[in-house]
Nanobody, 125 residues
Framework: QLQLVESGGGLVQPGGSLRLSCAAS????????IGWFRQVPGKEREGVSY????????NYAESVKGRFTISRDNAKNTVYLQMNSLKPEDTAVYYC??????????????????WGQGTQVTVSS
């Protein structure tokens, strides 16, 4: 019933760009903060970016600050992550998540309630 679906991942060369989308169904995204996370084998899920319910507040991991931009269109029930100047170390499965009570800057995965299935991003020559 409550679903988040990521799209937009793929293979891109270093320095390239991708835009990830997170589309919600079964619930109204307006009431939820959204986080983007990524994970590689053997590592803890890493918070990448956060956006508040209204879009008025955002946060980014230091490793992506200045390269990634999070945005949302509540009318379309969709959140985006624009990723520019991609590096090989950005390679991961990217997940979006929705949470009603998000704390600590929005980059901790345990504060979120709903998760998408993930989309693979591979940055390689």
């Amino acid at each position: 019933q409550l679903q988040l679906v990521e799209s937009g991942g793929g293979l891109v060369q270093p320095g390239g760009s991708l835009r990830l989308s997170c589309a919600a169904s079964g619930f109204t995204l307006d009431y939820y903060a959204i986080g983007w996370f990524r994970q590689v084998p053997g590592k803890e899920r890493e918070g990448v970016s956060y956006i508040s319910e209204s879009g008025g507040s955002t946060n980014y991991a230091e490793s992506v600050k200045g390269r990634f931009t999070i945005s949302r269109d509540n009318a379309k029930n969709t959140v985006y992550l624009q990723m520019n100047s991609l590096k090989p170390e950005d390679t991961a499965v990217y997940y979006c998540a929705a949470g009603a009570n998000v704390h600590n800057g929005g980059l901790h995965f345990w504060t979120y309630n709903y998760w998408g299935q993930g989309t693979q991003v591979t940055v390689s020559s």
